[in-house]
């Protein structure tokens, strides 16, 4: 069974960084994209950025690109979001998850979610 546990998440103001962080196993990384979604209060869950297996393919929501980063260790067990120039509209519970499919942005084709990690930003 895959397992993810994200960390990293705070409260933090306009313009700072946060780093999360996503860990599983070997496995996982070897047979799955891993992405970050998120979801804000009274919004559905959204796409932010996926990584691919063990190469650097990489994939991000227009709303964040410039701005976030999506990486992986080289043990291939923890995954990054960095998070910079963080906005306000940032605000979410950030989820980890996989997807069979290469750099999915469809929420629906991820599953075996983390419990997710609680990111505010405030003005």
């Known amino acids: 069974q895959v397992q993810l546990v994200e960390s990293g998440g705070g409260v933090v103001q306009a313009g700072d960084s946060l780093r999360l962080s996503c860990a599983t196993s070997e496995l996982t990384y070897s047979l799955y994209t891993v992405g970050w979604l998120r979801q804000a209060p009274g919004k559905a869950r959204e796409f932010v950025a996926a990584i691919w297996r063990k190469n650097t393919n990489t994939r991000y929501a227009d709303s964040v690109r410039d701005r976030f980063t999506i990486s992986r260790d080289n043990s291939d067990t923890t995954m990054y979001l960095q998070m910079n120039s963080l906005r306000p509209e940032d605000t979410a519970i950030y989820y980890c998850?996989?997807?069979?499919?290469?750099?999915?942005?469809?929420?629906?084709?991820?599953?075996?979610w983390g419990q997710g990690t609680q990111v505010t930003v405030s003005s």
């Open positions: 998850a996989v997807s069979p499919t290469f750099l999915s942005d469809h929420v629906r084709t991820y599953s075996y």
